[in-house]
Nanobody, 124 residues
Framework: QVQLVESGGGLVQAGGSLRLSCAAS????????MGWFRQAPGKEREFVAT????????YYADSVKGRFTISRDNAKNMLYLRMNSLKPEDTAVYYC?????????????????WGQGTQVTVSS
């Protein structure tokens, strides 16, 4: 498995921006497909974005497309999520996840390593 540690969450006003980071260790980072997921109170965990091991492919949930950008720095074993134009409905705990294959995927079931999560709160 991979050890994942998220950071960068916080409280921001609607329309603001945040950048989440995820530090990875324990496996060759560029061999891992990575994803961001989120879970709001009383709701199931949902897919946000995914990126391939090389960083050449990425996909987004419709709800964040055009506002969020997933990226990675394989030299630093880091995953990022840049979030712009934040809305109150983006409020959730955000998790980074790793899967033992280099491709992208939107299903949480294929990810076998998860971080502890970081809280993002967007006020109106």
């Amino acid at each position: 498995q991979v050890q994942l540690v998220e950071s960068g969450g916080g409280l921001v006003q609607a329309g603001g921006s945040l950048r989440l980071s995820c530090a990875a260790s324990g496996r060759t980072f560029n061999s891992l497909g990575m994803g961001w997921f989120r879970q709001a109170p009383g709701k199931e965990r949902e897919f946000v974005a995914t990126i391939s091991g090389s960083g050449g492919y990425s996909y987004y949930a419709d709800s964040v497309k055009g506002r969020f950008t997933i990226s990675r720095d394989n030299a630093k074993n880091m995953l990022y999520l840049r979030m712009n134009s934040l809305k109150p409905e983006d409020t959730a705990v955000y998790y980074c996840a790793a899967r033992p294959a280099s491709g992208t995927h939107y299903s949480s079931a294929v990810y076998d390593s998860w971080g502890q999560g970081t809280q993002v709160t967007v006020s109106s």
